[in-house]
């Protein structure tokens, strides 16, 4: 059977519950093969972040050139990034090397431990970024900052006229949260489950490589963001500790 490779560009969590070893995991257990490129060296667990060393664009480059020559690559996931500016770059090589292969973009801008990734924020640049992607996966906090909106239906109106975007926890009740796919001519709500499971850390990496994984396999993107979330509902509840395991789990609708 012809494999079907998915790519994660992300930071490497020596803990393996975030990051390119989470993203990797993931593709996996979703049925793909999983190829990986660092964007920087982390030096954190599951419960604290306490510091970064960033991977220059070019290292990056030396990284990807031989699995773009090698393998023909089918989505691709980003993870932490040192700014936008540094995303841009990144975007016009992957445009150049593998064109028209969906890209989903998890923005994170800060641990779930406080320890913040991107300190310059500019939502020009933002902008001009998530229009030439697939898919962004904010959670609302992320989407707040980077529109500098404060009210969930504002951040909405402004992100609908520029691109694709998954809002994670855009409504909180005591049952269930309520995440919102937003496209220029669609605007989805997904209501989840509210588990009473400990939380995990990196479930933002492996909703969205859930997602690249998605779309590599040719879903359209609402049935690739239900089936990511199926799958992380799993995921959620596979331990009671902040690293999750993976093992044991399978796409959600093989």
Known sequence: MKETFVLSIAGFDPSGGA???????T?????CYALAACTALTFQNESKVFGVNWVSLECLQ????PLFLGYQISAIKIGIIPNFTFLAALLDYLENKVPNVPIVWDPVLMATAGFSFIEQLNYADFKSCLQRVSLCTPN?????TITGKTTPNE???VLKKIGPVYIKGYDVSEESFCNVLVT???????RVKRLTAAD????GCV???AIAVGLAQKCDLLTAVEQAEKYIQKFLTSTATLLGNHGELRWANP
């Open 27 to 31: 593709i996996h257990a979703c049925g």
């Open 155 to 157: 951040v909405l109106a």
């Open 200 to 203: 995990k850390h990196g479930s």
């Open 184 to 190: 220029k001519s669609l605007i989805k709500e997904i």
């Open 19 to 25: 990051g390119v070893i989470a993203d990797c995991k």
């Open 140 to 144: 609302l906090a992320e989407a707040q």
């Open 207 to 209: 909703l969205s490589s």
């Open 62 to 65: 030396n990284q990807l050139d």
